[in-house]
């Protein structure tokens, strides 16, 4: 089973505060990887360093090439969801989304349609998302970090203010991506939901990645 993203020896300090030191991972292909860790360990920093939003201080972060286009920094096959993305709230989720696919153009509205039916969040409605509830919002951010197809899911607190209903929809489609070949990195609080979907588990303490347990 290939690598797709490996840490060799990789820190990353913040105003004087080292927050990762020289940490070592090899995220495997078709893997579901749940990192855990308390508030202010580093978490969302890791992902952040995973898809280059953020470069180390020292080590290395390598992406498999398949998912890295040559003379580009963000590695195109990857969706992300870290933080809430910047959505224009005097637009509608489907607008939204459709302005976000026009970048790179590889999906139209159809399946833009289709992902947003994958998470429960009605395509058609005409709401606009200022006036999203926190769990409507949570579903638009997965839909587009899901909606063009990628190959690997970077998501951290996927299932925050999600209602129990939502929380088994969005559960259930991210082990059928995983099952079509998608691998997933995904960063929780919840117990549950890292027993429901990880197949291997890290806590990041004391500025180090350990096995859970």
Known sequence: MSTVVRFAEVSKTFRMNRVLEDVNLDVAEGERLAISGPNGSGKSVLLRLMCRLLLPDSGTVSIDSRYQAPKRSFPQEFGILIDRPGFQSLRTGLENLQDLAGIRRKIGVERIKQAMDEVGLDPTL??????????????????????????????????????????????????????EGRTIVFCSHNAADVEELATRRLVLRDRQLQPAG
């Open 126 to 179: 005409k709401q606009r998302v200022g006036q999203y509830s926190l769990g409507m919002k949570q579903k638009l951010a997965l839909v587009q970090a899901t909606m063009e197809q990628q190959m690997v899911l970077l998501l951290d607190e996927p299932f925050n203010a999600l209602d129990e209903t939502s929380v088994g929809i969005v559960r259930s489609l991210l082990l059928r991506l995983n099952a």
